[in-house]
């Protein structure tokens, strides 16, 4: 079992900036690949950014290329997504989640990814 814990979500206004972090314990984290998916009301959960194990490579949905950016520290079993340039079309619940996809197109398919955490809110005002 793995458990993971979101925080940093809140209101900001549009431009602006917002750090996620999602904390995990239980089994090993540094042997799993981390996403951070998005939910709006009345829409699909959808793919925001990605991770390997390592760290070394990471993935981006074409509406937050150039303006998030996905981190791990496996040391402190948590990841990161730095959030700038807000817009209004951000605003949803942020989820991160564990697995262990194998393809690169597998990392933006959310049924790769096995535990998810409880989400935090993200809201940016025009």
């Known amino acids: 079992q793995v458990q993971l814990v979101e925080s940093g979500g809140g209101l900001v206004q549009a431009g602006g900036s917002l750090r996620l972090s999602c904390a995990a314990s239980?089994?090993?984290?540094?042997?799993?690949?981390m996403g951070w998916f998005r939910q709006a009301p009345g829409l699909e959960r959808e793919f925001v950014a990605a991770?390997?194990?390592?760290?070394?490579?990471?993935f981006y949905a074409h509406s937050v290329q150039g303006r998030f950016t996905i981190s791990r520290d496996n040391a402190k079993n948590t990841v990161y997504l730095q959030m700038n340039s807000l817009k209004p079309d951000d605003t949803a619940v942020y989820y991160c989640?564990?697995?262990?996809?194998?393809?690169?197109?597998?990392?933006?398919?959310?049924?790769?990814?096995?535990?998810w955490g409880q989400g935090t809110q993200v809201t940016v005002s025009s």
């Open positions: 989640a564990v697995g262990r996809p194998q393809f690169g197109s597998d990392y933006q398919n959310k049924g790769k990814y096995n535990y």
């Open positions: 239980g089994r090993t984290f540094s042997m799993y690949a």
């Open positions: 991770i390997s194990w390592s760290g070394a490579t990471t």
